[in-house]
T-cell receptor, first 110, second 114 residues
Framework: GDSVTQMEGPVTLSEEAFLTINCTYT??????LFWYVQYPGEGLQLLLK?????DKGSNKGFEATYRKETTSFHLEKGSVQVSDSAVYFC?????????FGTGTSLTVIP | NAGVTQTPKFQVLKTGQSMTLQCAQD?????MYWYRQDPGMGLRLIYY???????DKGEVPNGYNVSRLNKREFSLRLESAAPSQTSVYFC?????????????FGDGTRLSIL
């Protein structure tokens, strides 16, 4: 069945460091891929998405490229800020079902 | 810009009590979902409604029932609460009509069963 695997956390970075959160997926069809962010005490918010191979999603300095050959959708940001501290979820949508990774907690220290 | 609204935000129950979690969306979305979020386990789908008038079980449906009251509202009921149901519950909606549509989430209901 379909599934999403993302890197274990927690991740702690200094402000202005480079961020990568790995995400790989397994899917029977041609899924759409998403990254969501969850701030403390809130629900999940859509960060970015990509709907086909080689698409790059981007928002607020975050980027992720849909790599069909490696079944990956890694999240990157060139320079993180304290305000980026949150939990990040990778997800895929296939045949009207959503599948989420277990989440990666990011803490950015000044 | 209400989006997805969940009530209540917090609730404490005793074992065996019942309650209904409410969810409403104002985006005219066709599909609605209930998830639970537990530490280290990500989101697990309890039930979903692909369209008004239909409901289906997700990964962890035992101990729960749902009602798609109309296109806007999708409620989750615990008939006899158990401590294992202590969790944060999220409702989500989606326009439907294709896999490229994202889900939109409410802020959650934090439920404790004593």
């Amino acid at each position: 069945g379909d599934s999403v695997t993302q890197m274990e956390g927690p991740v702690t970075l200094s402000e202005e460091a480079f961020l990568t959160i790995n995400c790989t997926y397994t899917a029977t069809g041609y899924p759409s891929l998403f990254w969501y962010v969850q701030y403390p005490g809130e629900g999940l918010q859509l960060l970015l998405k990509a709907t086909k191979a080689d698409d790059k999603g981007s928002n607020k300095g975050f980027e992720a490229t849909y790599r069909k050959e490696t079944t990956s959708f890694h999240l990157e940001k060139g320079s993180v800020q304290v305000s980026d501290s949150a939990v990040y979820f990778c997800a895929l949508s296939d045949q009207n079902q959503f599948y989420f990774g277990t989440g990666t907690s990011l803490t950015v220290i000044p | 810009n209400a989006g997805v609204t969940q009530t209540p935000k917090f609730q404490v129950l005793k074992t065996g009590q019942s309650m209904t979690l409410q969810c409403a969306q104002d985006m005219n979305h066709n599909s609605m979902y209930w998830y639970r979020q537990d530490p280290g386990m990500g989101l697990r789908l309890i039930y979903y409604s692909a369209s008004e008038g239909t409901t289906d079980k997700g990964e962890v449906p035992n101990g729960y029932n749902v009602s798609r009251l109309n296109k806007r509202e999708f409620s989750l009921r615990l008939e006899s609460a158990a401590p294992s149901q202590t969790s944060v519950y999220f409702c989500a909606s989606r326009r439907g009509g294709g896999d490229n549509q994202p889900q939109h989430f409410g802020d959650g209901t934090r439920l404790s069963i004593l």
